[in-house]
């Protein structure tokens, strides 16, 4: 158990209107991941972060952004939600030393964007 | 362009047989590789991975096998089990770069 958590675990919204997805992770973790998953594409990576205020872009990163403010914490945005933006969102973190190739996964969160 | 490819969508195995999962990949930069395991309305797990200076590796029933040349993976459960029903990944990655890239994803039923 990675001791992560996502919130909302469920989440049914508008178009245009701005969401915020939390994952929050108890064991000091420096990397943080978000990806999306769709049919035919697998997992696909939106932003990750190395650290507090420390985050680059995935391959897709496009109308999503993202802030740690705290170790803890990595919130993705979505600004003015799309429909093409409906999608299960996983978050993840990086494995610790002998395991730093590996990454494990929250529990996701459903997102529907009518 | 998907660089990390399970041509089967789905594979259905008998109870205590093996179940052999297969992924292809065509960036020859990918040098580590995994597998996770998912359940519905869950979070993918990490099941097992391998450094592409090996070609085998195991952990219990489960055993990951890497081809370089021919730029294929697979994994190999032995004996499967009901609990190993479910949808498996195979995801790759390069060396400095943070990016997982997964494959589509393979379904796995195993029949009692």
């Known amino acids: 158990d990675a001791g992560i958590t996502q919130s909302p675990r469920h989440k049914v919204t508008e178009t245009g209107t701005p969401v915020t997805l939390r994952c929050h992770q108890t064991e000091n973790h420096r990397y943080m991941y978000w990806y999306r998953q769709d049919p035919g594409h697998g997992l696909r990576l939106i932003h990750y972060?190395?650290?507090?205020?420390?985050?680059d872009k995935g391959e897709v990163s496009d109308g999503y952004s993202v802030s740690r403010s705290k170790t803890e914490d990595f919130l993705l945005t979505l600004e003015s939600a799309t429909s093409s933006q409906t999608s299960v969102y996983f978050c993840?973190?990086?494995?610790?030393?002998?395991?730093?190739?590996?990454?494990?996964f929250g529990p996701g969160t459903r997102l529907t964007v009518l | 362009d998907q660089q990390v490819k399970q041509n089967s969508p789905s594979l259905s195995v008998q109870e205590g047989r093996i179940s052999i999962l297969n992924c292809d990949y065509t960036n020859s930069m990918f040098d580590y590789f995994l597998w996770y395991k998912k359940y519905p309305a869950e979070g993918p797990t990490f099941l097992i991975s391998i450094s592409s200076i090996k070609d085998k590796n195991e952990d219990g029933r489960f055993t990951v096998f890497l081809n370089k040349s021919a730029k294929h993976l697979s994994l190999h459960i032995v004996p499967s089990q009901p609990g190993d029903s479910a949808v498996y990944f195979c995801?790759?990655?390069?060396?400095?770069?943070?990016?997982?890239?997964f494959g589509t994803g393979t379904r796995l039923t195993i029949i009692p």
């Open positions: 972060s190395y650290g507090v205020k420390d985050t």
């Open positions: 995801a790759a990655k390069t060396f400095g770069n943070e990016k997982l890239t």
């Open positions: 993840a973190i990086r494995g610790l030393a002998g395991a730093s190739n590996e990454q494990f």
